[in-house]
T-cell receptor
Framework: GAGVSQSPSNKVTEKGKDVELRCDPISGHTALYWYRQSLGQGLEFLIYFQGNSAPDKSGLPSDRFSAERTGGSVSTLTIQRTQQEDSAVYLC???????????FGNGTRLTVT | GENVEQHPSTLSVQEGDSAVIKCTYSDSASNYFPWYKQELGKRPQLIIDIRSNVGEKKDQRIAVTLNKTAKHFSLHITETQPEDSAVYFCAVTGFQKLVFGTGTRLLVSP
């Protein structure tokens, strides 16, 4: 595709519900990252994929967060039993490998009420 | 893991002035140093990057300098314009992943 695509663009959910966020990277990009950005804050690293494997999951805030990537392409980030502090913009980015530019999607704005 | 520090956190300049943002890193094996610009409500976008075998790179009003010995690199914006107002993030390749600095909010006043 032309760029990194994320869906949905906006998600409002009730506290305690599960949500799934989707990222479709640029075709052929082997590396995929998830970041979280709260309002006015920096880029909080969540998880990184190289192909289908996740060598670094160190940024996942709790065991309510999980992510997978299948076929070396699409990735989903799942948040179980959402809490209000999970409200943020979730950004996905992809690159063709180490030392290559990262291309960001437009993000999913998650609001937990 | 890699640690990236970015300064200042906010920077206000008058239109036409220069702006400099500095980042320091901890892993001497890091070899890729990009800078991203994020306008309000938008995604971060790459504006310039540099690799460890180069000391300086320029693109019109933007330049990046790298000092590998001291483990720091800087973004220089000359002749600033109001449209340069945004948050700027540095990043460093560390342990196979890109680690971002905490960001600098640049405000250019007309």
């Amino acid at each position: 595709g032309a760029g990194v695509s994320q869906s949905p663009s906006n998600k409002v959910t009730e506290k305690g519900k599960d949500v799934e966020l989707r990222c479709d990277p640029i075709s052929g990009h082997t590396a995929l990252y998830w970041y979280r950005q709260s309002l006015g804050q920096g880029l909080e690293f969540l998880i990184y994929f190289q192909g289908n494997s996740a060598p670094d999951k160190s940024g996942l805030p709790s065991d309510r967060f999980s992510a997978e990537r299948t076929g070396g392409s699409v990735s989903t980030l799942t948040i179980q039993r959402t809490q209000q502090e999970d409200s943020a913009v979730y950004l996905c980015a992809s690159s063709s490998g180490e030392g290559s530019p990262l291309h960001f999607g437009n993000g999913t704005r998650l609001t937990v009420t | 893991g890699e640690n990236v520090e970015q300064h200042p956190s906010t920077l206000s300049v008058q239109e036409g002035d220069s702006a400099v943002i500095k980042c320091t890193y901890s892993d001497s094996a890091s070899n890729y140093f990009p800078w991203y610009k994020q306008e309000l409500g938008k995604r971060p976008q790459l504006i310039i990057d540099i690799r460890s075998n180069v000391g300086e790179k320029k693109d019109q009003r933007i330049a990046v300098t790298l000092n590998k010995t001291a483990k720091h690199f800087s973004l220089h914006i000359t002749e600033t314009q109001p449209e340069d107002s945004a948050v700027y993030f540095c990043a460093v390749t560390g342990f196979q992943k890109l680690v971002f600095g905490t960001g600098t909010r640049l405000l250019v006043s007309p």
